[in-house]
């Protein structure tokens, strides 16, 4: 006979909600899946990329770590601006080598040799000639026998010399034919998803020839005529070549939308001198000046590289050792078993896992994806509506980019712009973190109340007290903010943080040992792919701003806006952060809104930290902002939902996060800029204002729902307990007052309630 008790207790087992591969990595539809051979090459250049970075950040020069010296090839700590080339020609290679021009149908979609394959392996004639010069040059430069001039080599290519008849004929125009005819190529070219194309390897190819020509050219005296009428012609097809390249690899990586808007920004550049208002620029820029101008550290090499070459490639490392490790599924056990017996209780797991996840994952998309596969199902088998559960895994995991101490990677941009120290950023996003997070759970716990939903039972979670026995697995986390607080810079503190997770996975079943770290830093190299393409196609759109000085002309339009009213000023920079945000990544979003929009708003007066936050925030928000709402339609892909009606309720979800900004303005102490008891206070009565607002939004209050006069007078109190005042803090407080008093005693009849027809 069976054992009754034993069945019920497989059972129970199997119905317990265990997190299991949160940390792995989802293969893309255009990913090529390599094998044998080709896969350990791959994994080969991964591991060789990612911890070049780590060597290179930490100090160690590669001859120093080899005892190799390589001719020809700078060491490293190599210079700043070759460590960008080299940074961004690294993620090309492997970009084009890893994602295809197309979708794949199926693992063996696609066809073998074939005449578009044939056409595209000729192109590396070309390719391999322009490289062959760029070697050359490089040895000439280094050969000692140029002239000098202020310490620094001449490379003086002008017209009718034989160096510019060699730039353009041996170098440039076989470049461009090979980039463009490759790129070309590549959208008919079909191989076997295991199989490399022909158009790709051409395109790494000239990645690296783009790479090797700049890094030996920008080593000379040449490099001070970038961005006028005299730079070198090589270096102008090279930046032509390179920014195609960016461009192809941002495509396929992060879609059609970040390309589209560059493409508008480069028409503006050259029909800039036509257009009027504004808009206009008096001079025409020339091909030659400005390519020769982007490819610097005004464009592609400035600020968004600066970022993605230091501090987000070693979060990206960081992240990629904590998966190995398996810390991803452990923190979203520890979130269910936390919160997963409140009710509603999968919609606030979604909450505290997404924001866990999210700060290091630096994609609000990338996050719902992660975590959502789980957390949505679960909301929706609770009792959400398909579209509700979409929403708030997109809201969560969008707040992640907000949350410190690594706030995706929105926190180094914003250090390297304006100079303010990467500590006090992370400290001024406290408050406004909390803000928001705690506003998404109002507004979860207020739907789930007038829904009548449970929370998860007990025999369906995991076991809080062996939970809390692993709760060292919080340690890197714990060691990277510690060692900010104490003064070590941000790429030590992640360095440290980063082996403390391989020591820690040592506690764990999960121990990490050499093949365990060396596929860490495998999966690092192919996670920072998609970051690096943005930051650098997001570096062509900075280009053209620094030139044509668009920027400044936006600047004296908020300054004229704000003669008539500085909310309308406020509220017009808004909607430009949250257009130039839409369907872009967060880092590309926010560097863009911050050079076109930040720099007005420091000109109203407003102080630099408080300028950036408001951009930072609306280009983060961006992602749950209809129409195009990124990280609203990965969820309703997961959740089966409208899209469209999913980014909908994620923006009613996350509404309080559009007010929080312009409380920056109002109230510095939401930034920590203040005494304690002003930053106290401001804290305690914006969060009672954040309650207030979702219950006015939700139509629930004091555990009743409420009647339509009555939510406007909480969206009242609430924007009065926000504004920060004293004044208007008492105000509201009594208005909420009033309210209390008329729901408990009055009780009026509330609005019809809708009826939502099952789960979906």
Known sequence: MTDTNTISDVQSAEDVVLAEGVDEEPVEGNRRQYTNWAAFGIAALSIVYA????????????????????????QVPLETWNFRIAHIAGALVLGFLLFSAHSFADRNHGVGKNPITMLAAVLVIPAVVAGFTAFSFAAMINSGTLPQMGGLTTWAAFPGTEIYQTEVYWFGLPLLIATLGAIALGWFERRARDSFAASDVVLALCALVVAIYLIAIYGTAARNSVGTSFVPIGVAFAATSGAALILELTRRVAGLALVIITGVFLLYTFTAHLLPGI???????TWQRFFGHVYSDAGILGPTTAVSSTYIILFIIFAAFLQASKVGDYFVNFAFAA??????????????????????????????VATGSLTIPLMKKVGYHKKTAGAVEAAASTGGQIMPPIMGAGAFIMAEITGIP????????????????????????????????????????????????????????????SALFMGY????AGTLATVAAAV??????????????????????????????VCACAGIIVGV???????????????????????????FAMCIAILLGMGMPTTAAYAVAASVVAPGLVQLGIPMLTAHFFVFYFA???????????ASYAAAGISGSNPMETSVASFKIGIAAFIVPFMFFYNSAILMDGTWGEISRAGVTAVFGVFLLSSGVQGWFMGARSAWFLRAGLILAALLMIAGGLVTDLIGIAVFAGLYFIQKVVAPAPDAQIVVKGAD
Do not use: C
């Open 51 to 74: 911890s070049f970075h780590m060597i290179a950040l930490n100090g160690v020069s590669i001859s120093e770590w080899t005892g190799i010296e390589v001719p020809l090839l700078p």
């Open 279 to 285: 808009l206009a620029v008096t001079n025409a820029y």
């Open 339 to 368: 919160a997963g017996r409140a009710r509603g209780g999968p919609a606030k797991v979604a909450i505290f896992a997404s924001g866990l996840m999210g700060m290091i994952n630096g994609t609000s998309a990338g996050n719902v």
């Open 422 to 481: 990467y500590l006090e950023i992370a400290t001024a996003a406290i408050i406004p973190a909390v803000l928001y997070f705690v506003s998404i759970y109002f507004m979860v716990d207020f739907e789930a109340a007038k829904l009548g939903m449970r929370g998860m039972r007990e025999d369906e979670l995991p076991k809080f007290n062996k939970l809390v026995r692993q709760i060292y697995l919080f340690i890197p986390i714990v060691i990277l903010i």
């Open 489 to 492: 810079s941000v790429i030590r």
């Open 504 to 533: 820690v996975s040592w506690l764990t079943p999960h121990r990490m040992g050499l093949r365990s770290i060396l596929k860490a830093f495998e999966l690092a190299g192919i996670m920072s792919i998609q970051i690096i393409a």
């Open 545 to 571: 701003i620094s030139l044509t000085g668009v920027g400044a002309r936006f600047s004296a339009l908020l300054l004229d806006l704000a003669g008539v009213s500085q909310l309308l000023a406020l509220f």
């Open 620 to 630: 983060v928000l961006s992602a749950i902002t209809p129409p195009v709402a990124l």
